[in-house]
T-cell receptor
């Protein structure tokens, strides 16, 4: 069964550094998402992306965050200047149409030192 | 925005027991999914169930959209069922944004 793939599985970065989290959604999917989960808390929506545009973003998704689909397969989340509070698990998800289940990757655990 | 509440927050079962997890939501939804988060942090899709009833092995789910709740049934629980169960809903209609509940933490003891 096709899967959403995320790399790396764990990223350790110094505060203030830029980090790029990578995702390969399922190949025929058109809608893409990033979510994050701070340790011990619920999963929170960050951003949705369709047709090379952001369709919705949350209050968390401020100017330090950006998303990109640089080619036909990758979907990336960039954090320009990381803060301690950015430490979390980041999940990428995709679905083929809006009225279909979202498939989640295994996540990237981001640790900011 | 839509509110999603799950109950109970924590549940401890003996292996072999049955359980029911509940998800209440405050507005109409286009999408409702149940996930199991295993001890490694992976979110495993259990059900896509904006309405109706589905079954998959020992698990089943029912969503009554008109009354704004969904139930997840686990029968003959096993230690591998341990983890956190999340309900997530989309009421946006046009962006796919999922709002997650706080989760139910299930521990199944041998």
């Amino acid at each position: 069964e096709p899967e959403v793939t995320q790399t790396p599985s764990h990223q350790v970065t110094q505060m203030g550094q830029e980090v790029i989290l990578r995702c390969v959604p399922i190949s025929n999917h058109l809608y893409f998402y990033w979510y994050r989960q701070i340790l011990g808390q619920k999963v929170e929506f960050l951003v949705s992306f369709y047709n090379n545009e952001i369709s919705e973003k949350s209050e968390i998704f401020d100017d330090q965050f950006s998303v990109e689909r640089p080619d036909g397969s990758n979907f990336t989340l960039k954090i320009r200047s990381t803060k301690l509070e950015d430490s979390a698990m980041y999940f990428c998800a995709s679905n083929v149409i809006l009225s279909a289940p979202q498939h989640f990757g295994d996540g990237t655990r981001l640790s900011i030192l | 925005g839509i509110q999603v509440e799950q109950s109970p927050p924590d549940l401890i079962l003996q292996e072999g027991a049955n359980s029911t997890l509940r998800c209440n939501f405050s507005d109409s939804v286009n999408n409702l999914q149940w996930f199991h988060q295993n001890p490694w942090g992976q979110l495993i899709n259990l059900f896509y169930i904006p309405s109706g009833t589905k079954q998959n092995g020992r698990l089943s789910a029912t969503t009554v959209a008109t009354e704004r709740y969904s139930l997840l049934y686990i029968s003959s629980s096993q230690t591998t069922d341990s983890g956190v169960y999340f309900c997530a809903v989309d009421s946006s209609g046009n962006t796919g944004k999922l709002i997650f509940g706080q989760g139910t933490t299930l521990q199944v003891k041998p």
